[in-house]
Every structure is written in structure tokens, then in C-alpha cells.
């Protein structure tokens, strides 16, 4: 095909462009404003609110979700949140340093075995901090917990 003019070449072009480009109904566009799917990232057809290609992508997404390095995360994670809102709820408002006992921390379900760091203090004492509250057991079954910062 030959254009006669530089005019035609571009009427040409524009017509080519809308046509195939910015159609609706072409691929391009479909590629640009659909959503993937969560499991395998192909793109997907159909309801507006689907997630997944299908059964088969929606059962190895919940699976991973629900795998076991998942769950040992997240079950560590939620012991030491509950450590945390144990230690938490020790406090009155304006108090720093407060006292308790070992069977009472128990008693609540807190779990000795979860924190997330260690501090030492200028005596040498470690406390052991979940979040921003630490505890040191001392004598006996004693338990002196801090808020971070103020002990
Ligand atoms: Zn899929």
C-alpha cells in the first residue's frame, strides 16, 4: 500500500492504533486491567471478584497459607503477643517497674520459653523482653517486669 500524502500515512497509523491498542475488547487491554491469580499470576477471565483459575489454584494457595513453616510462625508469634498483653496488663498506668510471681505468669498462660530479645542492665542483670516489656525472674519464684526504657 502506498500513501499519497504524510496526512494519510498518520490517518492510517491512528486507525491501526486505536484498533488494535486501545480497543477494549483487544488482548492488550484485556492484559492491562485484569487481575491475576494468587496462586499461579496467570490472568484472570471472568467475575470481577474471582481470585483463582480454579480449584485446583485456590487448594495450593490455601495449602501454603496453612503449611507447617507457616504455622510454627505464626504460632510463635501469638505466644509472644499473649507474653506481651500478660506483662501489659501488670502495669498501671504511670508505673515503670512492677512485681509478680512465676506460678502467677503461668497461671495466665504465659510462655517462658518466647521473647524477643535480651537486655542487660547496668547491674549485669538480663532481662528478657517480649516487645517492650521485659522480666527478670529472681529469688525463688519472684518475677520483676519494666517497660522498655524505664528501668
Ligand atoms: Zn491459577
Redesign the pocket.
Known sequence: MVFDSINTLEKAYDTYYFSHCLNPASDNFMIATTKT??????S?HGRADKK???D??RN?HNNLLNSDSNNYVRNINYSLRKNRRILQGLFASAQKITKCTKPFLHSKGFAFSYFTHTQTNKKGNIYCFCYEYGYMVIKGEKVVVVKKGEY
Not at 491469580?37 to 496467570?42: D, H, I, P, T, V
Open positions: 491469580c494468587l496462586s499461579c499470576q496467570r484472570l483463582f483459575c480454579n485446583y489454584c495450593t
